[in-house]
């Protein structure tokens, strides 16, 4: 058996399509959405992930803004730049590239962006509201693979759902998500006992361990359906995810790297920044 490739990129082609009509259909009421992304110093792997918003957004019809701010910008001077456009009415989502340099912190870069504009999720009251279940935005990469479980008819309804890792970013918010659509939900770490036993009672496993080929196919019950978030270099720069690529021949579905996962993150960016624009709109 080999797994059905969960094609990120095809549905992330779709769903920007719809996002584009929309946009389109909101300009002719007045409102553009916009999307203000800053970028402190400059990290390359960042870079690429900067600019690949900004592509994004014109293909989905969006406003930009982008901030290159040298590494050497101080913590008060970023905040006074987000206050700007936590107050501009031409932005309705604002993204701060993370990580930010050292002498910056990342918390207070997340608390002071207005909850109504972070479409990353990441503002304690965003986090709050996906907690018990009622919030606009989701963040974008655990999003992105609630879209791809959709897309497959795949239900995690009284499943067994096993994430493994437990970042803020990705780990946390995948397990509630999961949660609220009714999965039985294991979240796992570098702490975890018995991993592999826990990943075979996986229905539905996603690895977010940020490991290249940690997830091994000794670790996967056969028809499970295998999320890979992981983006890692492999010895030969090449990029790889969490998974390896065997567990294809035991897993029932599965998200390639690059092409799964990957792609849906920055679709989803957008979903909230349309979202955010409608909000603040009223529509
Ligand atoms: P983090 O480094 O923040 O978290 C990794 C998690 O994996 C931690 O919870 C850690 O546990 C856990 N872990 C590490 N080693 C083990 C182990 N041996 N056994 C079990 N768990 C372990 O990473 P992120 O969540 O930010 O990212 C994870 C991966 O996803 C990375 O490859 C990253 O590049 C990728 N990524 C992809 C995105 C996309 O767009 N597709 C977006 C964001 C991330 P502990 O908490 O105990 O340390």
Redesign the pocket.
């Known amino acids: 058996m080999s797994a059905v490739k969960m094609d990120g990129k095809a549905l992330s082609d779709k769903v920007r399509g719809s996002i584009l009509a929309e946009t389109e259909a909101l300009k002719k009421k007045g409102v553009t959405p916009g999307l203000a992304v800053i970028i402190v110093g400059n990290d390359p792997a960042s870079e690429i992930y900067v600019r690949n918003k900004e592509k994004a957004c014109a293909a989905c019809g969006f406003y930009s803004e982008k901030y290159a701010l040298p590494a050497q910008t101080t913590q008060d001077e970023l905040l006074g730049l987000i206050d700007q456009l936590n107050r501009s009415p031409q932005i309705s989502g604002i993204l701060c590239q993370l990580p930010v340099p050292d002498h910056i912190s990342e918390q207070a870069v997340i608390n002071a962006i207005d909850p109504k504009k972070d479409v990353d999720a990441f503002h304690p009251v965003n986090v709050g509201r996906i907690m018990v279940g009622s919030f606009d935005f989701a963040p974008?990469?655990p999003a992105g693979v609630m879209e791809l479980l959709d897309e497959y008819g795949i239900d995690p309804k009284g499943r067994e759902c096993v994430v493994?890792?437990?970042?803020n970013?990705?780990?946390k918010p995948m397990g509630m998500l999961l949660l609220h659509r009714h999965g039985t939900v294991t979240i796992?770490?570098?702490?975890?006992q018995n991993?592999a036993e826990v990943c075979r009672r996986a229905d539905i496993l996603v690895a977010?361990?940020?490991?290249a080929g940690?997830i091994t196919p000794d670790m996967i019950k056969d028809g499970a359906v295998v999320i890979d978030?992981?983006?890692?270099r492999d010895a030969n720069g090449k990029v790889c995810g969490?998974v390896d690529p065997a567990v294809m021949d035991k897993a029932a579905f599965m998200t390639p790297v690059p092409g799964g996962?990957?792609p849906m993150?920055i679709t989803m960016l957008m979903k909230n920044t349309l979202t955010a624009a409608k909000l603040q709109n009223g529509l």
Do not use: Q
């Open positions: 974008c990469t493994v890792g437990r970042s970013i990705v780990g796992c770490h570098s702490r975890t991993l977010a361990v940020g490991k940690f978030v992981g983006i890692n969490d996962a990957g993150t």
